[in-house]
Nanobody
Framework: QVQLVESGGASVQAGGSLRLSCAASGDTSRMTYMGWFRQAPGKEREGVAAIRLFGSTEYADSVKGRFTISKDNAKNTLYLQMNSLEPEDTAMYFC???????????????WGQGTQVTVSS
């Protein structure tokens, strides 16, 4: 099994920055691929960023150049550095993990409980 716990969400003003963390524990062999997703009220969950075993990354077009996903394998922690935040980034942010490379599709097997990010204009 895999347990994922997000933290770092907060309320910030537009243009600000936040760093989200996702502490992972359990069977690390099931965490080959990890990603960040977000879901705003009334909207579908969407992929934000994903990272593969050897560090290659991909991003949604809406966050390219502003968000950076990274992973500290020694700490089993996934990060999402978010800069130049916009009100449209307001959502609950979730981390996810799986053995399968789901990329930005919300088909991962393991999910955290989420952390709220609110960006005011």
């Amino acid at each position: 099994q895999v347990q994922l716990v997000e933290s770092g969400g907060a309320s910030v003003q537009a243009g600000g920055s936040l760093r989200l963390s996702c502490a992972a524990s359990g069977d690390t062999s099931r965490m080959t691929y990890m990603g960040w997703f977000r879901q705003a009220p009334g909207k579908e969950r969407e992929g934000v960023a994903a990272i593969r075993l050897f560090g290659s990354t991909e991003y949604a077009d809406s966050v390219k150049g502003r968000f950076t996903i990274s992973k500290d394998n020694a700490k089993n922690t996934l990060y999402l550095q978010m800069n130049s935040l916009e009100p449209e980034d307001t959502a609950m942010y979730f981390c996810a993990a799986d053995r399968v490379a789901w990329s930005l599709f919300p088909r991962y097997n393991y999910w955290g409980q989420g952390t709220q990010v609110t960006v005011s204009s």
